[in-house]
């Protein structure tokens, strides 16, 4: 499987909801693409910071400084940003993260359209760096600032969907979203919706599932992550689940999910090479 170009792919995880697995999928999902060779960048745009916790631990992450942290490319005060210094390696092979914590959530502004050149921030500190293959962005649960800057930066958007009321409900907003942000970034695409936290045993997940195929036919991935143990426990060991228990069906499952996002990204970057 290969990327179709020499740009990185880049994918935003957005949606409205909490605990729909955003965080989740790009911690497994790192672990996936770096199996496969890949140097991956983990942008944590979250003020919770959930992703850099996962890799460092809450106690470091915490103790973090503004200006090593992704709060630094929004604040005036911070000078002279060495991506170097700011992207940390973790200890797995070929993961980094840029990281966030509490210091963020003051530039998370509700009318990102109004915050001048902010809106670039990330993009533009992305941009030049050519160490990566895939960038990931975890994004917060709302679409403000942090989730605008990861949208104006990144090619696509990958939204996780649990097969509940809840989960459903803000998809519209979303879908706005991506395409306002597509005035500033007209390379954007929505890669998908990828139906997490699924339990096929549940009668009311099996008929969400239907109805959101149903409704958004082949922009539903094929691909599901089902709620497993193995997740969890991969996270609570600081493991991506490739990485902890590359044999079970958690594992098999995130590589498949990686695959088919590959494919994904490949046939729409022909798709508009042809066009």
């Given at each position: 499987?290969?990327?179709?170009?020499?740009?990185?792919?880049?994918?935003c995880?957005?949606?409205?909801?909490?605990?729909?697995?955003?965080?989740s999928?790009?911690?497994?999902?790192?672990?996936?693409?770096?199996?496969?060779?890949?140097?991956?960048?983990?942008?944590?745009?979250?003020?919770?910071?959930?992703?850099?916790?996962?890799?460092?631990?809450?106690?470091?992450?915490?103790?973090?400084?503004?200006?090593?942290?992704?709060?630094?490319?929004?604040?005036?005060?911070?000078n002279?940003?060495?991506?170097?210094?700011?992207?940390?390696?973790?200890?797995?092979?070929?993961?980094?993260?840029?990281?966030?914590?509490?210091?963020?959530a003051?530039f998370?502004?509700?009318a990102?359209?109004?915050?001048?050149?902010?809106?670039?921030?990330?993009?533009?500190?992305?941009?030049?760096?050519?160490?990566?293959d895939?960038i990931?962005?975890d994004?917060?649960p709302?679409?403000?600032?942090?989730?605008?800057?990861?949208?104006?930066?990144?090619?696509?958007?990958?939204?996780?969907?649990?097969?509940?009321?809840?989960?459903?409900?803000?998809?519209?907003?979303?879908?706005?979203?991506?395409?306002?942000?597509?005035?500033?970034?007209?390379s954007?695409?929505?890669?998908?919706?990828?139906?997490?936290?699924?339990?096929?045993?549940?009668?009311?997940h099996?008929?969400?599932e239907?109805?959101?195929?149903?409704?958004?036919?082949?922009?539903?991935?094929?691909?599901?992550?089902?709620?497993?143990?193995?997740?969890?426990?991969?996270?609570?060991?600081?493991?991506p689940?490739?990485?902890?228990a590359?044999?079970?069906?958690?594992?098999m499952?995130v590589?498949?999910?990686?695959?088919?996002?590959?494919?994904?990204?490949?046939?729409?970057?022909?798709?508009?090479?042809?066009?």
């Amino acid at each position: 499987m290969e990327i179709a170009n020499d740009q990185p792919m880049s994918i935003c995880l957005i949606n409205q909801k909490g605990g729909c697995g955003k965080s989740s999928t790009c911690f497994h999902l790192a672990g996936a693409f770096a199996a496969l060779g890949k140097r991956v960048l983990l942008v944590d745009v979250d003020p919770q910071g959930s992703i850099s916790q996962a890799f460092f631990g809450s106690d470091a992450v915490e103790r973090m400084p503004v200006w090593e942290t992704v709060a630094a490319l929004f604040d005036d005060e911070c000078n002279h940003i060495d991506p170097q210094r700011l992207i940390r390696e973790t200890h797995i092979e070929g993961i980094s993260v840029l990281p966030a914590n509490q210091h963020l959530a003051q530039f998370n502004n509700p009318a990102p359209e109004q915050g001048g050149v902010m809106q670039f921030a990330l993009r533009e500190f992305l941009e030049p760096l050519e160490t990566f293959d895939v960038i990931l962005f975890d994004c917060p649960p709302n679409l403000y600032q942090c989730s605008w800057n990861a949208m104006i930066a990144t090619r696509h958007v990958l939204i996780p969907i649990p097969p509940e009321d809840f989960g459903t409900q803000g998809i519209p907003a979303v879908h706005q979203a991506v395409a306002n942000a597509r005035i500033l970034n007209p390379s954007l695409r929505r890669l998908g919706h990828l139906i997490t936290r699924t339990d096929s045993r549940i009668l009311i997940h099996r008929e969400y599932e239907s109805r959101l195929r149903q409704l958004y036919d082949e922009l539903v991935l094929r691909s599901t992550l089902p709620e497993l143990s193995a997740y969890k426990v991969a996270l609570a060991c600081r493991n991506p689940v490739q990485m902890h228990a590359p044999r079970t069906k958690a594992a098999m499952r995130v590589r498949q999910l990686a695959g088919e996002i590959i494919d994904r990204v490949s046939n729409k970057s022909q798709h508009r090479e042809a066009a």
